[in-house]
């Protein structure tokens, strides 16, 4: 049973959200990333009517959504699920397409804030990292169990770290002695491994390797890649799509796939009739990426790093 859950939420871009996903009267939306409840209950303010699916994989999310959206009642129906498993949860509820859909990607403040979740190097905590704390590898199982070569790409393709080689074989080393089952082992592992990891910096030399272990313990990439087809694909004509990133490895996925489904002939350039007959899926609403406003990056320094894109169904 999940223990009772307290936090403060500030969700990311709520004017943009509401500009991009236009909810309307009755409509329905799904929102595949919870948490807070913050956007949720936006849409719900907002669209006399509509109805809201709800979707975290994380358990803790789920029961304080739970208490802020309680007054909306039969309006509102939540699941303990993936964002790229949103399909079933709406065959389950015998509904067959929506009127938008809304991504906020990444790790939240309160998963960040929670010691025992293991996401921060600023708390001793167990090497664990999952958003889902009741399935799947933790942080501690892959830097004890996994190569030195496959330990540097982790590093290197989900963290952008230029030290990875380093950083991993400093870590087969040391679990040769000891396994890795705290967080302060390994934020001190790297301090070592990294040139200059003692001097004073904005942005601690652990930061890139704890992304990286995040990402690849939640499949956060492939869960973006599968997600956003499968959202696209539930919309009904002129249904919307909203997605903010927070780094630049989620964004580019988007972006590019968002971009693909947009879309129309892609034959040849050299033939002079299509052959293909390929139409576009998606019409891209945001050309270029919508950045949060001064006002709000002042008031909520996590908006800071946030893009958010939006395409409508054709």
């Known amino acids: 049973m999940v223990p009772p859950v307290f936090f403060e939420h500030s969700s990311v871009m709520p004017d943009e959200v509401l500009h991009w996903l236009n909810p309307v009267t009755d ?40 208490g802020v959206l309680a007054c909306y009642g039969e309006r509102v129906s939540l699941h303990h699920a993936n964002f790229d498993q949103a399909d079933q949860i709406l065959q389950q509820l015998d509904i067959a397409a929506l009127d938008g859909m809304l991504l906020d990607l990444g790790v939240s403040s309160h998963q960040l804030d929670t010691p025992e979740r293991g996401f921060s190097f600023r708390y001793d905590a167990p090497l664990d990292m999952r958003m889902n704390p ?31 080689r380093r950083i991993a074989r400093k870590i087969v080393a040391q679990r040769e002695e000891l396994p890795l089952t705290r967080t302060s082992e390994l934020a001190e592992l790297v301090r070592q491994a990294v040139p200059g990891g003692y001097r004073p910096s904005k942005i601690h030399p652990a930061t890139r390797v704890f992304q990286a272990l995040r990402i690849y313990v939640n499949d956060e990439l492939g869960q973006v890649e599968r997600g956003v087809t499968t959202g696209i694909s539930l919309l009904k004509p002129g249904g919307r799509l909203v997605v903010i990133s927070f780094h630049s490895l989620e964004d580019r996925i988007v972006k590019h796939l968002f971009r693909d489904k947009a879309k129309g002939c892609i034959c040849p350039p050299r033939l002079p009739i299509c052959q293909c007959n390929n139409k576009p899926t998606v019409k891209v609403l945001t050309r270029k990426g919508v950045k949060a406003q001064a006002a709000e990056v002042e008031q909520n320094v996590r908006s800071r790093s946030a893009v958010l894109r939006a395409v409508e169904r054709c």
């Open 27 to 66: 409509g329905t939306y799904l929102d595949g990333t919870l948490g807070g409840a913050g956007h949720a209950r936006l849409v719900l303010e907002t669209a006399a009517g509509s109805r809201l699916i709800g979707l975290d994989r994380d358990p803790a999310a789920l029961q304080k959504a739970q």
């Open 134 to 164: 009741t399935e799947g590898i933790t942080a501690a199982d892959v830097l004890n169990t996994e190569e030195e070569a496959e330990l540097m790409r982790i590093f290197f393709q989900y963290g952008e770290e230029r030290y990875s």
